[in-house]
């Protein structure tokens, strides 16, 4: 087994252990991924002031987001398939949250459902991640079945109202579970912990949709439900009503411009969060870091502005923090995680970006993640808002 020290090291890992068409998923972005790219990229362009000489005792990254204490300001973001990337995915990233101090959110298209997250954390509160569908009925029943479970949060999406192209899944013919083409299983006889991890769960498709939609009952009919079923007619008016549905917590996810941020502080959210789906959506769109500041400046005092996308380091999450983000989700870095060790795997990867965030920090001469500011970064190689 090698000494796991970074993200990389998780990330390599779990390419060796995960098919092909399930990295892939996790590990790609729309069209020429430039976005994808550059939602990485653009953090390591921000460089840190080193200070010395500072009391580095009684260092804390303990903070808060929508109200909940968290140990870091960090939570696992909603992916779908995540239970692909690893037997019963979903479940083993909750209990990792639970067990760090940090929020686990569950995307509407998960393998595991609501329930069986619940019941496998002992009915301990996790977030909700809600896809708006043509079928109303069905969404409706969702939320309700996500107040259920005890979900602290909703994590509304706003930007997949339709799907953006990721060649990738075209041209590895994305299912879940996969076809018995001859590629895949000449693919899956190198991939021996996970076909028998697999074996062992009765857990193969779309939980929260399959036994809960009107004849949808295999992957046939899900697959043409699916299709049919993302809404390009999500509005504003659709949040009010997700919001009054709801009447808990409400974060709105996939907010790129400041005239969607103020429509989003106006929709009586609780929390945004700047997000271009991980570079999965809009190719060419600009990274999530560099628009960050521009929407703090707009609307932070209105709202919690969180965001996500490029986030492979605790570095990483003290620069958003630096930047105004009161948190930042991560997604790749938690399915290299799991994808690499399961469970383990992601509380690994919890611990490394801990540590990371913890030493630069005291590095840059604090010791509380909550009275980091912009002081940190150095003049000039950051994005500022526009005056």
């Not at 109303?136 to 969702?142: A, E, I, P, Y």
């Not at 209105?302 to 570095?315: A, L, T, Y």
């Not at 540590?355 to 150095?378: P, R, Y």
Request: proline share 4%; with cysteine; net charge positive.
């Amino acid at each position: 087994m090698p000494v796991i020290t970074t993200i990389e090291d998780l990330r390599v890992l779990a390419k060796k252990r995960v098919p092909r068409m399930f990295y892939d998923y996790a590990d790609s972005g729309s069209w020429t991924e430039s976005t994808y790219r550059a939602n990485q990229s653009d953090f390591q362009k921000i460089l840190l002031r080193q200070r010395v000489a500072v009391n580095m005792l009684g260092r804390s990254t303990r903070s808060s987001m929508i109200g909940q204490d968290v140990a870091m300001p960090v939570v696992i973001a909603p992916t779908g398939l995540t239970g692909m990337q690893h037997a019963d995915g979903e479940i083993h990233g909750a209990r990792a949250a639970k067990k760090f101090g940090l929020p686990f959110t569950l995307s509407t298209m998960s393998i595991c459902s609501i329930e069986d997250v619940s019941q496998a954390t002992g009915g301990h509160p996790f977030w909700f991640q809600l896809y708006v569908m043509k079928d109303r009925d069905f969404v409706g029943r969702l939320i309700d079945r996500a107040k259920a479970a005890n979900c602290s949060a909703l994590v509304l999406t706003l930007d997949l109202q339709i799907l953006g192209q990721r060649h990738k899944d075209l041209k590895n013919g994305l299912t879940a579970p996969p076809k018995m083409t001859l590629a895949n299983m000449i693919d899956l006889m190198t991939k021996p912990r996970w076909c028998l991890a697999m074996a062992r769960t009765p857990r193969r498709q779309f939980g929260n949709i399959v036994g809960h939609v009107k004849n949808v009952a295999d992957m046939g009919s899900l697959s043409a439900w699916t299709a049919g079923q993302f809404d390009p007619a999500l509005s504003w008016a659709d949040v009010e009503w997700v919001k009054q549905r709801w009447g808990g917590k409400l974060i709105l996810k996939g907010i790129q411009d400041v005239e969607d941020a103020r429509l989003a502080v106006n929709s009586g959210a609780d929390a945004l969060i700047v997000s271009n789906h991980g570079g999965r959506q809009l190719d060419g769109a600009p990274s999530s870091i560099s628009v960050l500041p521009e929407i703090v400046a707009a609307v932070g005092q209105q709202i919690e502005v969180h965001m996500d996308g490029g986030i492979r380091s605790g570095q990483d999450v003290l620069k958003a923090r630096a930047l105004g983000a009161r948190g930042v989700y991560i997604g790749r870095a938690f399915l290299y995680g799991l994808g690499a060790m399961g469970e383990a795997g992601v509380t690994k990867a919890l611990e490394i970006i801990h540590k990371e965030l913890d030493l630069t920090m005291a590095f840059c001469g604090h010791t509380d993640i909550n009275k980091v500011d912009q002081a940190i970064l150095l003049p000039g190689t950051y994005p500022k808002a526009q005056q």
